[in-house]
């Protein structure tokens, strides 16, 4: 699960630099946008923590405004159309919400650090996106959510991350960026 969590938040960064940076291919990421909601999809499906972490990150783009580009939309509405089809909604909501309202705080940080000179802590809080991370932590160390969606979601950002470095040093820079 870990892995697929890892490969999920890559294939999204390769697709969100596709189309903000035209750092990649876009037919390869329009390739690998289908493969993403498949697994995501099967995750979502098979374990209700997955499906918990899955739809909180995929709420907080929505409401942070992110899902910017056709790619992203038709992925979107699938999984979400997919998902009410095929899943029994067997969710662990507060989670759900915790974990969206976290995911909206780190976009909108996000933003907010790019747009804005701040203080290293806050600006490195918030690039790297940290809310979610904690929120995850806190949830697993303080309710039943087990571990291992701590790992999950840390493969996630980090795979994520690993995309935007590449990127960066394929260009000759590795300057702080989301």
Do not use: Q
């Not at 697929?4 to 630099?17: E, P, Q, S, T, W």
């Not at 037919?27 to 289908?34: D, N």
């Not at 098979?46 to 992925?75: C, E, H, Q, W, Y």
């Not at 507060?94 to 907010?112: Q, W």
Request: glycine share 6%.
């Amino acid at each position: 699960m870990v892995v697929i969590f890892a490969a999920i938040g890559a294939g999204l960064k390769i697709i969100d630099d596709a189309f903000d940076e035209g750092a990649f291919d876009r037919r390869l990421a329009g390739a690998i946008a289908p493969a993403l909601v498949v697994m995501a999809l099967v995750l979502a499906v098979s374990d209700a923590a997955a499906a918990t972490v899955l739809l909180s990150i995929l709420l907080a783009v929505v409401f942070a405004g992110k899902v910017d580009n056709l790619v992203f939309r038709i992925n979107a509405l699938a999984f979400s159309l997919l998902f009410c089809i095929t899943a029994s909604f067997d969710l662990l909501w507060m989670h759900l919400l915790a974990l969206t309202v976290a995911g909206v705080v780190d976009e909108k940080g996000n933003d907010f650090v790019d747009r804005h000179d701040t203080p290293g802590p806050l600006r490195i809080f918030f690039a790297h996106r940290c809310m979610m991370k904690v929120c995850m932590l806190l949830l697993c160390a303080l309710s039943s959510m087990p571990w291992l969606y701590f790992f999950a979601l840390l493969a996630f950002d980090l795979s994520y991350d690993f995309v935007r470095l590449f990127r960066k040093r394929e260009r000759g820079g590795v300057a702080a960026e989301s």
